[in-house]
């Protein structure tokens, strides 16, 4: 199931996240690869790893399981609310969103439904189908929900201790991982590094535990997918040049997709209005229209303030 080793094996299971990864003495042993060709400097994209990726899985099963074990209910026992799916969605979703009233967020996303997390029935894992900074939002509301019950416990939530607090750890270790790597520059220092490979190696093994405690609940959730073991293969290269004893180690953001994300967005929302026959002159003249008089207007405002240096120079200094 990888195209860069053989995990997936019978004999080399790629589910498992070990310190010393058993798949890797056959990096590039078999077909495609005869020797190690220049494809296989392309990195993996923490982006879609996570926040597009694994991310969305660790919210959306949260969401779901926690909502099938009642955690979002009120607990007074004379409080009769409906026990449906639906109502149970609708109640989370009030939660979330006064969250993000307190915090000052602005989410993109509007409800929780069966849809959005992709759960046509329990037999599916399900993951919310949610932009990148809205998979972040979800995972620190569940984050600050599951303390909430770790320090409020209700008769509910006492029973499932074990998971929130997986949770709060896994959740946890995703944004110091992501702390640490926006902070900084192309590159790690050696700190910085084993702080960064520590922090997927624990939120791997917190996202594999999630899956294993579901499943003794007979829970399909936090399914076990293939950017499982790509985030294993980013640990396993910052691994690599600490091992080599490197004295700054490269930043795996550097290979991350979030300004393209950003830029291919604007270009998208721009060809929607224009003629389909022409879509790539338009699009192309329309994009070179507003770079020009951004560029203007930027000279402008150069020249502006190259003029009032000298005038400033001369305004006396406050008492």
């Not at 004379?78 to 009030?94: F, P, S, T, W």
């Not at 979330?96 to 959005?116: E, Q, T, V």
């Not at 702080?195 to 997927?200: A, E, P, R, S």
């Given at each position: 199931m990888c195209s860069h080793c053989l995990a997936g094996?019978?004999?080399?299971?790629?589910?498992?996240?070990?310190?010393?990864?058993?798949?890797?003495?056959?990096?590039?042993?078999?077909?495609?690869?005869?020797?190690?060709?220049?494809?296989?400097?392309?990195?993996?994209?923490?982006?879609?790893?996570?926040?597009?990726?694994?991310?969305?899985?660790?919210?959306?099963?949260?969401?779901?399981?926690?909502?099938?074990?009642?955690?979002?209910?009120?607990?007074?026992?004379?409080?009769?609310?409906?026990?449906?799916?639906?109502?149970?969605?609708?109640?989370?979703?009030?939660s979330f969103r006064l969250w993000c009233m307190a915090n000052s967020k602005s989410p993109g996303l509007r409800s929780f439904s069966k849809a959005f997390l992709n759960s046509k029935s329990y037999a599916h894992s399900a993951w919310s189908n949610s932009k990148g900074s809205d998979t972040t939002l979800l995972n620190q509301w569940l984050c600050w929900f599951a303390k909430l019950h770790l320090q409020m416990p209700t008769q509910v939530s006492m029973q499932h201790e074990h998971m929130l607090r997986t949770f709060v750890r896994t959740s946890q270790a995703s944004f110091d991982m992501f702390d640490v790597l926006y902070s900084h520059g192309v590159w790690l220092n050696r700190s910085c590094a084993k702080l960064v490979y520590l922090k997927i190696l624990q939120l791997m093994r917190g996202y594999k535990s999630l899956a294993h405690q579901a499943l003794q609940l007979n829970i399909v959730a936090w399914g076990m997918k293939p950017k499982f073991h790509a985030l294993h293969h980013v640990y396993f290269d910052l691994r690599s040049q600490l091992q080599k004893g490197c004295k700054l180690c490269l930043n795996p953001i550097v290979w991350g997709n979030e300004q393209n994300e950003d830029t291919i967005g604007r270009v998208s929302r721009l060809s929607k209005v224009v003629s389909v026959r022409t879509i790539t002159q338009r699009v192309l003249n329309r994009y070179f229209l507003k770079k020009r008089a951004l560029l203007k207007r930027h000279a402008i405002l150069g020249k502006k303030r190259c003029r009032l240096k000298p005038i400033l120079a001369q305004v006396p200094a406050p008492c």
């Amino acid at each position: 199931m990888c195209s860069h080793c053989l995990a997936g094996d019978e004999t080399i299971p790629f589910e498992r996240a070990d310190y010393d990864p058993i798949w890797k003495s056959t990096l590039h042993s078999s077909r495609p690869w005869a020797i190690a060709p220049d494809i296989s400097l392309i990195k993996f994209d923490l982006f879609h790893l996570w926040k597009v990726g694994l991310g969305r899985d660790l919210a959306g099963s949260a969401i779901l399981v926690w909502c099938r074990l009642g955690l979002f209910d009120d607990p007074d026992p004379n409080c009769q609310d409906y026990k449906n799916i639906e109502d149970r969605l609708e109640r989370a979703h009030n939660s979330f969103r006064l969250w993000c009233m307190a915090n000052s967020k602005s989410p993109g996303l509007r409800s929780f439904s069966k849809a959005f997390l992709n759960s046509k029935s329990y037999a599916h894992s399900a993951w919310s189908n949610s932009k990148g900074s809205d998979t972040t939002l979800l995972n620190q509301w569940l984050c600050w929900f599951a303390k909430l019950h770790l320090q409020m416990p209700t008769q509910v939530s006492m029973q499932h201790e074990h998971m929130l607090r997986t949770f709060v750890r896994t959740s946890q270790a995703s944004f110091d991982m992501f702390d640490v790597l926006y902070s900084h520059g192309v590159w790690l220092n050696r700190s910085c590094a084993k702080l960064v490979y520590l922090k997927i190696l624990q939120l791997m093994r917190g996202y594999k535990s999630l899956a294993h405690q579901a499943l003794q609940l007979n829970i399909v959730a936090w399914g076990m997918k293939p950017k499982f073991h790509a985030l294993h293969h980013v640990y396993f290269d910052l691994r690599s040049q600490l091992q080599k004893g490197c004295k700054l180690c490269l930043n795996p953001i550097v290979w991350g997709n979030e300004q393209n994300e950003d830029t291919i967005g604007r270009v998208s929302r721009l060809s929607k209005v224009v003629s389909v026959r022409t879509i790539t002159q338009r699009v192309l003249n329309r994009y070179f229209l507003k770079k020009r008089a951004l560029l203007k207007r930027h000279a402008i405002l150069g020249k502006k303030r190259c003029r009032l240096k000298p005038i400033l120079a001369q305004v006396p200094a406050p008492c």
